[in-house]
């Protein structure tokens, strides 16, 4: 999972998909001396992530909110990776909570909520290390939680909302294809011809043609500006879901 997530981004050159074996740190300098934490050194990581794991897989009382934000801090406590310790740790609360039955899918991502507020993020977690103050840092994750599922909820209303209208401007065509396509981007807002061409079975030609409608009426973007190989987006799709909730 780790190798894919830093495959072609920040961190590809960082051994994605190996364990750290060197020591690393966090701090505003390149020198562990200024260091604000230093995890674990590279030989301990092994024993580390087997008992994070064997905790992760145990029954408990506990609810699953809390021990995904225990989970959460142990993950990012161990540093195992020498870069997209974050991204990764972060991927992990959906993952959990989708495993746990609190989310039907992984649609809840905390990145934004942490990232606006990466020093108080990282605050808590050193607070935990240095005074042992879980509640602090478990009131910070849940607030977290609900922040994101409020506005995860926001951005499903007007999704739908999106669809609805959607649904009324093409269900009279006379083509049932361009329904079926503006109903598939809701599921994939990036495409090509020939990606349309197979989730309709059509000719590439048909395709074409029902992409070329719906760039003419605003759904559609072309974001290569060549004249082959095109590659279009979704766009009103795409800024719901990427958009600042308060912009939107």
């Known amino acids: ?14 051994d994605p998909g190996e364990l750290r074996t060197t020591q690393n740190f966090i701090g505003s300098t390149p020198y562990i001396q200024d260091a604000r934490y230093v995890p674990p050194p590279p030989n301990e990581i092994p024993d580390l992530l087997e008992d994070l794991l064997e905790y992760a897989n145990q029954d408990t009382d506990l609810h699953p909110l809390l021990r995904t934000g225990l ?3 142990q993950f990012e406590t161990v540093h195992p990776f020498l870069d997209g310790n974050g991204r990764l740790g972060r991927l992990l609360i959906s993952l959990l909570l989708q495993r746990d039955g609190l989310l039907p899918e992984p649609y809840l991502y905390l990145s934004s909520y ?3 507020r990466r ?3 990282v605050d808590h977690l050193l607070a935990v290390s240095q005074r042992g103050e879980w509640e602090e840092w478990l009131l910070f994750f849940l607030r977290g939680v609900q922040s994101q599922a409020d506005e995860a909820h926001q951005r499903a209303n007007l999704l739908v909302d999106l669809r609805e209208d959607y649904q009324q401007r093409y269900q009279s065509e006379r083509s049932e294809n361009i ?6 981007l809701f599921e994939y807002p990036y495409l090509d011809v020939n990606t ?11 395709a074409n043609r029902l992409i070329g409608q719906l760039e003419d009426d605003g759904i559609l973007e072309e974001l290569t500006g060549k004249a082959r190989n095109r590659f279009y987006r979704a766009s009103e799709i795409f800024n719901i879901i990427n958009k600042p909730i308060d912009r939107l």
């Open 1 to 14: 999972m780790h190798d894919r997530l830093l495959s072609g981004v920040r961190g590809d050159e960082a």
């Open 71 to 73: 989970i959460h801090y």
């Open 114 to 116: 942490f990232n606006a």
């Open 119 to 121: 020093s108080e993020y």
């Open 179 to 184: 329904l079926e396509l503006v109903m598939r």
């Open 196 to 206: 349309a061409a197979k989730w309709l079975d059509v000719e590439y030609s048909t």
